[in-house]
């Protein structure tokens, strides 16, 4: 069984940025598969961030491009996520998903608990 | 303001029908599959429905799925006070080569 759990630090200043990990369990992510980080703002809907393949390409939503950056580190079969120079609009509970189907960079089937990140000083 | 456009509300009561539109365009819903999720308060969001129309093993064949055009609904048969959530529909769009989320809608089980 496939499972997923986010970490990080739950209070980030303004400017500063937004590190999370995705620890991976019951998968290598190295063998296949696309595994993406998507951002909830409190009482708000889904916003894709980005996507990184087992091989290492990555895809970002293009109005977050310039300030993020997923990497994967299969040594620790764990994925991670940086956003730069955050805002109170970066406010968000943040999941890591894995679609349904290794071809496909949707259809999340397998996704984290989320962790909640609070921009403020 | 979401690219893909649902109802922020719907409403029924338990036992009856309810169905969610999500509207989008040629390059997204119009040449791409459609998803469906549930979110109850305060979880990750479940996968119901992927390609359109297919059901994960485990989702009852009370949810289903159908597209036509730009546009993709989903219905819920035989309500349930536990359907009460929020459901968001989810495409990959060719032109922004990005995965869209719908703006979510809010089904209340009367």
């Known amino acids: 069984q496939v499972q997923l759990q986010e970490s990080g630090p739950g209070l980030v200043k303004p400017s500063d940025t937004l590190s999370l990990t995705c620890a991976v369990s019951?998968?290598?992510?190295?063998?296949?598969?696309?595994w993406g980080w998507i951002r909830q703002p409190p009482g708000k809907g889904l916003e894709w961030i980005g996507t990184i393949y087992h091989s290492g390409t990555t895809y970002y939503n293009p109005s977050l491009k310039s300030r993020v950056t997923i990497s994967l580190d299969t040594s620790k079969n764990q994925f991670s996520l940086k956003l730069s120079s955050v805002t109170a609009a970066d406010t968000a509970v943040y999941y890591c998903?894995?679609?349904?189907?290794?071809?496909?960079?949707?259809?999340?089937?397998?996704w984290g608990q989320g962790t909640l990140v609070t921009v403020s000083s | 303001q979401s690219v893909l456009t649902q109802p922020p509300s719907v409403s029924a009561a338990p036992g009856q029908k309810v169905t969610i539109s999500c509207s989008g365009s040629s390059s997204n819903i119009g040449n791409n599959y459609v998803s469906w999720y549930r979110q109850l308060p305060g979880t990750a969001p479940k996968l119901l429905i992927y390609?359109?129309?297919q059901r994960p093993s485990g989702i009852p064949d009370r949810f289903s799925g159908s597209k036509s055009g730009t546009s993709a609904t989903l219905g819920i048969t035989g309500l349930q006070t536990g359907d009460e959530a929020d459901y968001y529909c989810?495409?990959?769009?060719?032109?922004?080569?990005?995965?869209?989320f719908g703006g979510g809608t809010k089904l209340t089980v009367l």
């Open positions: 998903a894995r679609p349904r189907s290794s071809t496909v960079v949707n259809r999340f089937d397998y």
């Open positions: 019951g998968y290598s992510i190295g063998s296949d598969y696309k």
């Open positions: 989810e495409t990959w769009d060719s032109s922004l080569r990005a995965v869209l």
């Open positions: 390609d359109n129309n």
